[in-house]
C-alpha cells in the first residue's frame, strides 16, 4: 500500500508555470505505475500523465503534450509534473495515483489517489 501527498498548486496567470509534487509514502513505491490526473468543476476526471517504475517510459494526453513533463525520484520518493505555458483550461484539482497494473493515463488503472491540489489559471 502506499500513501500519496500532493503539494505545489496555487493560482498562475496564463502563460505561467508551475511544479506539482506527490511524496509517496512506503517502501514499495519504486515498484508502481505514477500518474497524474486532473478534474475540473462538471467535468469528467482526466488522465494528464503518466510514468513507468523505472522513470524511463512516460504518456501524456494530448492537450498537454509539449507543455507538461511527468517525472519521479525513487529515492525521494517523490512524483512531479512540470506545467509550462500554462492555459485557462488547465483550471482543475490535480491528483497523483499509483497503480501496479498498466502505465497508462486510465484512471482504473491505478489504486492508490491523493487529496488533491489545486491549479488555478487566469486569462
Known amino acids: 500500500q502506499v500513501q500519496l501527498v500532493e503539494s505545489g498548486g496555487g493560482s498562475v496567470q496564463a502563460g505561467g508555470s508551475l511544479r506539482l509534487s506527490c511524496a509517496g509514502s512506503g517502501s514499495s513505491y519504486r515498484r508502481y505505475c505514477m500518474a497524474w490526473f486532473r478534474q475540473a468543476p462538471g467535468k469528467e476526471r482526466e488522465g494528464v500523465a503518466s510514468?513507468?517504475?523505472?522513470?524511463?517510459?512516460?504518456n501524456y494526453a494530448d492537450s498537454v503534450k509539449g507543455r507538461f513533463t511527468i517525472s519521479r525520484d525513487n529515492y525521494k520518493n517523490t512524483l512531479y509534473l512540470q506545467m509550462n505555458s500554462l492555459r485557462p483550461e488547465d483550471t482543475a484539482m490535480y491528483y497523483c495515483?499509483?497503480?501496479?497494473?498498466?502505465?497508462?493515463?486510465?484512471?482504473?488503472?491505478?489504486?492508490?489517489w491523493g487529496q488533491g491540489t489545486q491549479v488555478t489559471v487566469s486569462s
Open positions: 495515483a499509483a497503480g501496479d497494473a498498466y502505465c497508462s493515463i486510465l484512471d482504473f488503472d491505478y489504486k492508490y
Open positions: 510514468i513507468d517504475t523505472g522513470g524511463g517510459g512516460t
